[in-house]
């Protein structure tokens, strides 16, 4: 069905998705769908036009591959930026782990606590004694 748009124009040929036109041949073929790119044989990459007239597979794999590796850099890009954002988070935060410091002061802190609350209740039985002793209770 393609074949009958040969030496015609290539807008014509195109109408058919299913067909290919070689500007080098002015040939209208039907489009090897088997494969991902016509073979050499079939037609030049540079005068194949699929789809649209203005676009040959050269110039289409060109710009593919730059667009796919422009994404590529980009979500890497974004990767090590949201990896360095979380660390940095972490550091200034103080981490999810305290460190040694930070324990032994907390130690520290719980036994002073502990010692202190030892000497009221010591206060509090002596004051109780003196109280009894002296009848003010």
């Known amino acids: 069905e393609c074949r009958q748009y040969t030496n015609r124009s290539c807008e014509e040929c195109l109408k058919n998705v299913t067909c290919l036109w070689c500007a080098s041949s002015g040939r209208c073929l039907e489009y090897p769908v088997q494969r991902v790119l016509p073979p050499?044989?079939?037609c030049e990459l540079r005068s194949a036009r699929?789809?649209?007239c203005w676009?040959?597979?050269?110039?289409?794999i060109i710009a593919m591959s730059v667009v796919g590796g422009t994404f590529l850099i980009?979500?890497?890009i974004c990767c090590c930026c949201c990896c360095c954002k979380k660390k940095?988070?972490?550091q200034v935060s103080g981490g999810s782990l305290p460190d040694k410091e930070d324990e032994r002061?907390?130690?520290e802190r719980e036994k002073r606590r502990v010692r202190?609350?030892?000497r009221r209740a010591e206060m509090k039985s002596r004051h109780d004694e003196i109280r009894?002793?002296?009848g003010t209770v």
């Open 74 to 76: 980009m979500v890497g």
């Open 40 to 42: 050499a044989e079939l």
């Open 88 to 90: 940095s988070t972490k």
């Open 50 to 52: 699929w789809g649209v």
């Open 105 to 107: 002061a907390a130690r």
């Open 132 to 134: 009894r002793k002296y």
């Open 116 to 118: 202190q609350e030892e």
């Open 55 to 60: 676009v040959n597979f050269e110039a289409l």
